[in-house]
């Protein structure tokens, strides 16, 4: 129970006080292990020099030794990340750690050994000498302590800068892979408003309207993931120009969980506009499609079912769209995704979207 409920405080926190918080965690989780690790080794080198070696005050007394580490860990990991020993600055870098560390080894170790003394240790044991002594042993020691936090800072400003870069590459993949949407569908558009300008120039104009003002959505500037809700209103006005080319109707159906989950923008459109060109433009009938959608289990699926054509294509295989769709999802998701496009399911063609369940914040 308690835990569930630092859980749920932990994560109704911003964003920037959850990452302080959980490297705090972190720093101290990591210090202790160490303080346990180095209880052993005390036990036996204070049993040999006093006899007297219980180990509760024993890993007290390593604990208060690291504490000024652990409140110096953060400054140390960001000396890391600022003077990184990377190819071009490896003289200059290490210069900088070797005289920091001259200085904040022989301090960090006093002041620990100084708050042992003061706390842990026996009043005869509180004189110069014995801190003395007790830092210079330690401080030693300290060394590799100090390399290792400052190689650690290191590794997570190159793992910081490995995921920066890996996520500017998504998402410019992201923006070509879309960049490709908007012509695809305007040059699709624009053929069925120019065959239907010889025979109904009234429909004609009223589809362009349409066009226009969809692209004017299309084009402008959003996040890369959108509510379903967002994205069907989207996919609504892909249908209605198309309602005005050919006889088409379209179900939705919707579960009421999920409507604010999130998926990449423009998704859908190119899953419907596939189910229009190459499913209900050629059928003398028109047709229909079904949207449907459900989220369950921490997945969100998304199914598209339309008519087939009156003639089978020679090529059921994936087009454009659905090489499209499938590219950015893996971008997006990586292997947590799952599309499955069944050409002819039961005399329908049938695309379905698996992913994982998220949701807008506050929601």
Partial sequence: MAAGMIARWFHALPPPWRRTLGMAFAIAGGWTLIAIAWTPPSIMVTSSLRGDARWPNVLADVYLLFVPWMLATPALFRLGRRFPVAEGAIGRSLAIHTAVGIVAVPLLTVLGISLATLLVLPKSAMSLAVVLNSATITGLYCIPT???????????????????????????????????????????????????????????????????????????????????????????????????????????????????????????????????????????????????????????????????PDTPPASQGEGIGLANVRERLCVVYGAAQQMHFTPDAGGRARVTLTLPLRREAGT
């Fill in 146 to 308: 100090y390399i290792a936090v400052v190689g650690i800072g290191q590794a997570l400003a190159h793992l910081e800068r490995y995921r920066q870069r890996e996520h500017m590459l998504a998402q410019a993949q992201l923006r070509a892979l879309q960049a490709q949407i908007n012509p695809h569908f305007l040059f699709n558009a624009l053929n069925a408003v120019s065959a239907l300008g010889y025979k109904d120039p009234a429909r004609a104009d009223r589809a362009l309207t349409e066009l226009s003002a969809l692209l004017r959505l299309a084009l402008k500037d959003g996040p890369q993931e959108i509510a379903l809700r967002d994205e069907i209103a989207f996919v609504r006005n892909c249908i209605d120009i198309y309602a005005v080319l050919m006889p088409v109707a379209c179900t939705f159906d919707i579960d009421a969980e999920a409507w604010d989950a999130l998926l990449p923008r423009m998704i859908l459109q190119p899953l419907i506009e596939n189910a229009l060109v190459h499913g209900i433009a050629r059928r003398k009938a028109g047709g229909d499609i079904l949207l449907s959608a459900r989220a369950a289990d921490g997945r969100l699926t998304v199914s598209i079912e339309n008519d087939l």
